[in-house]
């Protein structure tokens, strides 16, 4: 009874030892990566905004406001794990495999040599805006002591038109106090331009401009030819697939049906499956991001998705050859393929 006990432990150990060494991996499923940037522009009313027009001759608007607009489209490939392409590769002593390297997604990337991965884009970094000017500094203590705005109004715009007559003496040549050279002249009349604008925004508000990235990503699937990626306002900027503030932007899909050629020829009856090493054989496919009026972008390639998916049979991995196999990490194909007798 005993030896029966010990026989059936060591049966199951053994298969738990012969399995331990087994990897689960998955396909890749072919992504598009979309890149927005958007401009936000802002604007604020200045606190003397209602007599701009009465004493500098321009209408400054009195409500605050934030537009938004698309300044660049792009599209590029990237992959996630197909969950419904979850394989277990046979690590087995019959089997000539040293190394397999998955993507921290899990995603098979080679066997028995190095893999290429998908590089990450740049992040994208905007321009640095300058400081914000604050027009109270630029004030004298008379007129910031005056308790009436309109009084406020008529003493700034005053100044607004002394630092115009200042410069253009100092342009001319007939200011009292004329700069040495020309640097010191450059510096007078960036000093005489910096005030006037601080002083106008008190009238004409402030408009300030920020451009942000929006990476969104678009998974094409068979039979979709057409889906709502996102909606864009000019009110609220990128909105979601479903909210009616915004216009539509589609993701336009359009199967190639274009195979690559299988390892196992047609006709003939596939192999036993003795690795559990399966490979993409992508289609090609042509998506584009477009609006109700236009084609934005347009990108073309292989995914895996849209093809099937083949098994690599023992031969290749026998003792006998050495066999570098290395996948496309976007659409999971056979990107090389080397394979050499062991002498």
């Known amino acids: 009874m005993y030896r029966k006990i010990f026989t059936s432990c060591a049966i199951l150990l053994a298969s738990v030892a012969a399995h331990a060494q087994d990897l689960t991996y998955h396909l ?7 890149t927005l ?37 792009e599209m590029a490939l990237t992959a996630v794990p197909d969950t419904s392409h979850i394989y277990s590769a046979r690590m087995e002593n019959k089997l000539n495999i040293q190394k397999f390297e998955l993507s921290d997604d899990n995603i098979l990337l080679a066997i028995n040599t190095e893999g290429r991965r998908i590089e990450p884009a740049a992040p994208f970094a905007s321009a640095v805006k300058p400081a914000a000017l604050d027009p109270y500094k630029y004030l004298d203590q008379d007129i910031l002591s005056v308790g009436s705005k309109l009084k406020m109004a008529e003493m700034c715009a005053d100044e607004i038109y002394e630092i115009r007559d200042s410069r253009n003496e100092l342009t001319r040549g007939q200011a009292d106090y004329m700069p040495k050279d020309g640097e010191q002249l450059s510096i007078m ?22 451009t942000v990235q929006v990476v969104m990503t678009y998974i094409p699937e068979k039979g979709r030819e057409r889906d709502v990626l996102f909606r864009f306002s000019e009110h609220y900027g990128v909105v979601d697939a479903d909210d009616l503030s915004g216009d539509p932007y589609y993701m336009a899909v359009e199967d190639l049906k274009s195979m690559p050629e299988r390892i196992v020829e047609p006709g003939k009856k596939a192999p036993k499956d003795e690795t559990g090493i399966w490979i993409a054989l992508p289609g090609k496919v042509r998506v584009s991001l477009e609006n109700m009026e236009a084609k934005i972008s347009t990108l073309e390639f292989s995914a895996a998705q849209f093809g099937e998916v083949e098994n690599l049979n023992a031969p290749l991995f026998s003792k006998k050859v050495e066999t570098r196999l290395v996948l496309n990490p976007y659409n999971g194909g056979i990107e090389s393929i080397e394979s050499q007798p062991i002498k």
Do not use: H, M
């Open 37 to 73: 940037l958007v401009e936000k522009t802002t604007y604020t009313p200045g606190d003397l905004a209602i007599y701009s027009q009465r004493f500098l001759k321009k209408t400054a608007s009195l409500t605050a406001a934030e537009r938004y607009r698309i300044v660049k489209a």
């Open 189 to 210: 009349l960036s000093n005489l331009e910096t005030q006037e604008t601080a002083i106008r925004q008190l009238f004409e508000g402030t408009t300030v401009c920020d």
């Open 28 to 34: 890749p499923k072919t992504a598009v990566s979309v």
